[in-house]
């Protein structure tokens, strides 16, 4: 329905040739644009609904109570994709799972997974590179968050943490229990639509250069262009994407359409994926962020494994797919 | 007097949730006292979440959200 609406107005409407590099450009622009906007809609309200019955006070308080066993770990990081992130959040958020009582390891599992697996990057995914590599996606970066802050738990970094913060820590805090009315589904939904289109209008812009940008490739890049330069076989194409990737703080309402441009020209699609994930889940404004609860050598060691992780994903998915 | 303080280390939300909180008190009549937080260490003392907080009488009362001046009239009455 979308194609066709785009072919009437790209091809009949504005009378461009359809075989012609700019009317394929235009046509493969308003396509996409028109697709992603209504699958961002979609993930952000099925996103608010959840966290409008599931608040993060909740997920803490849940996390707080029992001892799950090793579990802890899937099930903060799997939190941590539910939950919309917004990096504004994430020392309060830091904070106040480690006064909570949560060890600080399933605290990492929960801030690794967060940024990385996320409803505005879901969407892009889903509209670029369809539902299929989207779950592999979202898979693989719950369990990188599992297994790095399982890892992370075991190594006693609590040292690592500012002189602040583990004076704070003496305090703890049990239950946050904030006066949430128990409202109506009718009741909450204007709530949640408000701000699933306040997320949509925001990443809007960033998605037009991003699209724009990955038409041009699309329409004036020959097929197979990078196939010459990047191969699955070159083994350095991993780690220097991930490299690449990490200090970038782009957003992936841009990055995504780019990739999926690059890859139809011939860059592997695990290697793009690999960037994505670096791109998405670890950046040097998060880096400053963290500084200050955080000394240097956590943070690297948090940055190192996290990205070290990413690059072996990154061989995995080239040879799967 | 009520003590209101805005956590938050400045992004979008937390400086809408300000305003609308300085334009609730300008329309009640009460005496308001409104602070904004902007340090994390004092941020954790009340355990919040995600920002913005809203902090009345030094009880956390909401996370992450903006409320409409309306809705802070009638929370601040």
């Not at chain 1, 909450?188 to 724009?212: H, M």
Request: with cysteine.
């Amino acid at each position: 329905m979308i194609d066709s609406f785009a072919s009437w107005l790209i091809y009949g409407k504005f009378g461009l040739d359809s075989t012609s590099r700019l009317g394929q450009s235009l046509h493969f622009f308003v396509y996409d644009t028109i697709k992603i906007i209504f699958l961002l809609l979609l993930m952000t309200i099925l996103m608010g609904i959840v966290n409008s019955y599931l608040p993060i006070e909740k997920i803490k308080n849940f996390l707080t109570k029992r001892n799950w066993y090793g579990l802890d770990h899937l099930l903060a990081s799997l939190f941590g994709a539910i939950t919309p992130f917004c990096s504004c959040s994430s020392i309060p958020l830091f904070m106040g799972f480690l006064k909570g009582g949560i060890p600080l390891g399933v605290t990492l599992s929960f801030l690794i997974t967060s940024p990385l697996v996320n409803e505005v990057a879901l969407a892009l995914f889903i509209g670029i590179f369809g539902l299929k590599v989207t779950l592999i996606y979202a898979i693989s970066g719950i369990l990188l968050g599992t297994i790095v802050g399982y890892i992370l738990g075991k190594m006693n970094l609590e040292k690592y943490l500012e002189d602040w913060v583990v004076q704070s820590l003496q305090t703890k805090i049990q239950n946050t229990d904030l006066a949430e009315g128990s409202l109506s589904f009718s009741e909450r939904l204007p709530e949640i639509i408000k701000e699933a289109l306040n997320i949509t209008k925001g990443v809007i812009p960033y998605l037009f250069i991003g699209i724009g940008l990955g038409a041009l490739i699309h329409g004036f890049i020959p097929t197979g262009y990078f196939e010459a330069y990047i191969t699955k076989n070159n083994p350095l194409a991993v780690p220097l994407a991930v490299i690449l990737g990490v200090p970038m703080y782009a957003n992936a309402t841009s990055v995504i359409p780019i990739l999926q441009a690059l890859v139809e020209k011939g860059i592997p699609l695990g290697t793009a994926l690999a960037f994505s994930m670096a791109v998405v889940g670890l950046s040097l404004p998060e880096a400053t962020l963290l500084k200050k609860v955080m000394k240097t050598k956590l943070i690297a060691i948090y940055f190192g494994s996290v990205s070290i992780s990413i690059i072996f994903l990154g061989y995995f998915f080239n040879y799967i797919f | 007097m009520k003590n209101i303080k805005v956590l938050g280390p400045g992004c979008a939300k937390c400086k809408q949730l300000e305003k609308n909180v300085q334009e609730a008190v300008s329309k009640l009549t009460g005496d308001y006292n409104v602070e904004k937080v902007e340090d994390y260490q004092e941020m954790a003392k009340y355990g919040m979440l995600g920002s913005p907080g809203l902090v009345i009488d030094e009880k956390l009362i909401s996370t992450g959200k903006v409320q409409s001046v309306s809705e802070l009239m009638e929370m601040l009455k």
